[in-house]
């Protein structure tokens, strides 16, 4: 290796003249680019006899680290490099050609840095297996010669115009790997017994959400009794969101559910249920009223356990279904929706209804059914609308007397127009 001797540096700087200062750069590049090809055929050497033979290291990269007071992440690229110029020899002696010689010569005049050797070395990564080797030779003699005088963007433009020469068809078309979307949703119990909801959604299962839920939340409109949803917009979301979950726990191929609504762990008195009156309590960690409890019998799966005035389980009742599947298709073709006068909600958005509750010995057959929807299913069990089955086997409703004081019975006509 030649030796390389160190410009003359000014004495005064700022006397120095713009040419000067200039051949002054130019000169101290080369002469650290000469200097770090020079560093790189040592580092190859040391690569070649063992870094662990000659200094104990379990690697050149680490021994560099230590000997240059580097960190292994700085140190790696170097020797990585440093290898890629210069040949190096195996294990059994044999020798490892370099894989950019050319390259290596140019870096070794001090005319190109690490930053073009990197991006030559990238480029010829690309170069397809099967190339020939006088191909991939010239190819990378190429871009050696080019380096002498371009810059990054030339060598990208001519990285382009190899790979077209080398590989006129381009790499095989496939699918790029979808991006896996940020999705996070938290669910917690608060102390009050309200469950807070909380979540963050990437940009295209956000819009389908709200599209979901707008679609839910309209206002409903003003029923032939002239009374206006007065629900507030977060309120209608609310309800938008049960709406939607029950259509997700009422599909047939939901797991653990098979299309039934729900199913409901009910601990309560026997007495309450029938009557309405106190608390049940929910799935072992919510509670709900006796009233609540018998709503949500009408149409789900309820493992009922029955306690005596002391408090203690008499009978852990067995799995019961209410309503079957069966019996659900025919309730939607005869009530075509929410059978409420004046609703428009479709069968998939309804309950089936108990109008004699089957706490009281009302059974469970299409003479007792009737489909409503949440709205209106809880406004049967909570206010003083009534219905009853008529003698041509449709559901009829009688209002209260605040609204109808002659309580004429009245049917939904909508679904039948």
Request: glycine residues 8%.
């Amino acid at each position: 290796m030649s030796e390389t001797v160190l410009p003359e540096l000014p004495q005064e700087l700022w006397r120095a003249g713009k040419l000067e200062l200039a051949h002054g750069v130019q000169q101290f590049l080369q002469v650290m680019r000469v200097a770090s090809a020079g560093l790189g055929q040592f580092l190859a050497e040391v690569e070649s006899r063992g870094a662990k033979d000659l200094y104990g290291y379990g690697s050149t990269a680490a021994w560099f680290a230590d000997v240059a007071r580097l960190s292994r992440g700085e140190a790696g690229p170097i020797v990585k490099r440093a290898i890629a110029l210069n040949p190096t020899r195996a294990v059994d002696g044999s020798e490892v050609p370099a894989v950019a010689p050319a390259t290596a010569a140019v870096a070794a005049e001090g005319v190109i840095g690490e930053h073009r050797i990197e991006q030559i070395l990238e480029i010829l990564k690309k170069i397809p297996a099967d190339t020939s080797v006088e191909d991939r030779e010239s190819a990378e003699k190429i871009l050696a010669d080019l380096a002498r005088e371009a810059g990054p963007r030339q060598l990208a433009d001519a990285e382009a115009n190899l790979l077209a020469w080398l590989d006129p068809d381009g790499n095989e078309p496939k699918d790029p790997e979808p991006k896996q979307p940020r999705r996070e949703v938290t669910l917690e119990r608060r102390r009050d017994g309200f469950w807070k909801l909380t979540g963050l959604l990437d940009d295209e299962l956000g819009a389908r959400t709200a599209a979901a839920l707008e679609a839910y939340a309209k206002p409903r409109p003003v029923d032939e009794f002239g009374q206006a949803d007065l629900r507030m917009k977060c309120e209608r979301l609310g309800d938008a969101w049960a709406e939607l979950l029950d259509l997700a726990i009422a599909c047939p191929d939901q797991p653990g559910t098979s299309g039934y609504r729900t199913l409901v762990h009910v601990t309560i008195g026997l007495e309450e249920l029938k009557t309405g009156i106190g608390k049940a309590c929910l799935d072992f960690v919510g509670s709900m009223t006796a009233r609540e409890a018998r709503m949500a019998a009408c149409d789900c799966l309820m493992l009922p356990v029955v306690l005596n005035a002391a408090g203690e389980p008499l009978d852990v009742g067995r799995l019961r279904r209410f309503v079957t599947p069966g019996q659900r298709r025919a309730l939607n073709i005869r009530d075509h929706g929410c059978a409420f006068p004046g609703c428009h909600r479709r069968p998939k958005n309804c309950h089936a209804h108990h109008i004699h509750h089957w706490a009281d010995g009302g059974p469970t057959d299409l003479r007792n059914l009737v489909l409503l929807c949440g709205f209106h299913h809880r406004l049967i069990h909570h206010g003083d609308w009534q219905v009853h089955m008529a003698t041509d086997g449709l559901p009829e409703f009688i209002p209260p007397q605040y609204l109808d004081p002659l309580r004429r019975s009245r049917r939904n006509t909508l679904h039948r127009a």
